[in-house]
């Protein structure tokens, strides 16, 4: 049997001998201004939720006081710790539902959340109703790569993708807004919440059970094979 052709769709290049992979992804991301005061006050957590989220605050790293570090992700820890940053605390299940469940609350503690401007929130909204002081940064905003989306657009209508994959529910966006083919149903996940955005546009998606790359084209060639 063939290689499966898959598109993936997020930031980040990926290899896998298993699949020919057509890496073009959808969204890039954009910094955008905030009130730098608040790098002067004391945090007893510095929270990143991404990669991205790690990438764009590196500037002012320097300038902020913080106890500890928490991430959500094994690639957002990976690169923290490539950066030379330590996590203190890590969930298995990369998910903001997964962080609230494990996360060692409590009250009074100052929490400090660069990330999307877009990103959900669940995270901030949650840790304050339990009584921490959280300050939440819209550090960056995701911009559609629409060349991108048209290009898959074209590969999908020539029967050229045998699955087309999701990473993030900006991604779902940009493509399910931007005239999406109706006669393509091949749709793969990472996480509930871009499953639940692409379920949200009228379209059905597989997702593999451990939120990572891997396991996604594991999935696929599981369910091509059936």
């Not at 298995?92 to 409590?106: H, I, K, R, V």
């Not at 911009?143 to 074209?154: D, F, G, P, S």
């Amino acid at each position: 049997m063939l290689k499966p052709i898959v598109v993936m769709t997020q930031t980040q290049r990926y290899i896998d001998q298993r699949a020919r992979i057509v890496h073009l992804p959808f969204v890039t991301t954009e910094p955008l201004p905030f009130d730098q005061a608040v790098l002067s006050l004391h945090y007893d957590w510095l929270v990143f939720t991404s990669k991205n989220a790690v990438t764009h605050f590196q500037p002012y790293l320097k300038r902020i006081d913080f106890k500890k570090l928490a991430v959500i992700g094994a690639k957002t820890k990976a690169y923290c710790e490539e950066q030379g940053l330590q996590v203190d605390f890590y969930p298995t299940d990369y998910s903001q539902e997964g962080f609230l469940n494990a996360f060692p609350t409590q009250k009074g503690q100052r929490i400090l959340i660069p990330s999307s401007q877009h990103a959900r929130p669940l995270l901030h909204e949650t840790l304050r109703t339990r009584g921490c002081d959280v300050e939440k940064i819209d550090l960056y905003r995701p911009r559609t790569l629409i060349e991108n989306v048209r290009q898959v657009q074209v590969l999908i209508e020539a029967g050229q993708v045998h699955a087309l994959t999701f990473a993030s529910a900006s991604a779902v966006k940009a493509f399910f807004e931007n005239d999406p083919p109706q006669n393509f149903n091949r749709y793969y996940a990472i996480g509930q919440q871009t499953a639940r955005q692409i379920q949200d546009y009228g379209f059905s998606c597989s997702m593999a059970d451990i939120q990572t790359l891997e396991a996604m084209v594991t999935k696929i060639l599981e369910e091509r094979v059936q």
